[in-house]
């Protein structure tokens, strides 16, 4: 028979005193922040877990499994420079358009992949929610985990498509890694502030298409971006080049390719993502936290 602890009835303590006594809390406590991440770090085994399910869920009823992982960026590329490079004649313009072209997609859909998993991470799985106990930052944390194995794949990819349009293997490729590091950091923050938001304003994910369209073309993956130079001036610039997914396309294109004309000095696009990178990634986790009581409720 386990052990109890009964308090006496006439101790004249508050009953707030009480539980505290007795290693108790009260119901439905928000934790806070430093005692959050604890129970994060004890779930990492579950958060591995779950991405591992949701990766072989989504992909086991397909015949070409995990090579989509791949195909999908190099179709979008394909597709891209087929309307842009051909069509437009934008290629013209730059050398090893191609390469460029390829980097800006699959940098860009690495962050749309997390915005858009992120959005559906507590809508999708409500069942699990109101049934299991567990900090349910677990669940963006799987579904950005399961797309960050996706780009470290795809970046192999990237990089045989770099080298197979002519550009030679620097010391340079190392900056990527950080870049991958960054960028991971600023997903995951995304994605914790689209699951929160998500949950709370279910019409959202309707328009995450159009707003990672609108994104796209800001961005300068379809085109040099020194065109916004020819168009723009003053804070309308500066504005554009502070996108934060212009800042990780550049960085990535500064890694990989030779005599590449950049937005800012890289100096400068290093600072910007490590700031972007900061207040996303922490501001995201944060906000996640602040709404942990009421998710799957009502």
Known sequence: MPDTAVAPADTGLPLKELARRNGLSASGRLPSLPEYTRQLLSYRHFIQAHASAKMT???????????????????NAAVYFVI???????????????????????VFQFTQSVVQTGTN????NLGMIRALHFPRASLPLSAALVEIRNFLVAAVVLMVIVLATGEPITVKWLLLLPVILLQSFFNVGLGMFMARYGSKVRDVKQLIPFIMRFWLYGSAVLYPVTMFQNVLSGWQLQVVEANPLLIFIELARHALLENVELANPPT??????AIWSLIVGLGGYVYFWRGEKGYGRG
């Not at 992909?59 to 190099?74: I, R, S, Y």
């Not at 842009?84 to 699959?106: E, K, P, Q, W």
């Not at 400068?268 to 993502?273: D, N, R, T």
């Open 57 to 75: 869920s989504s992909l086991g009823n397909t015949k070409l499994g995990a090579v989509w992982q791949v195909l999908t960026p190099v179709i």
């Open 268 to 273: 400068v696009l290093w600072i910007q993502a």
């Open 121 to 124: 991470a507590i809508t999708g």
């Open 84 to 106: 842009f490079g051909l069509v437009l004649n934008t290629h013209r313009s730059m050398d090893n358009f191609i390469a460029y072209l390829c980097i800006g997609v699959f």
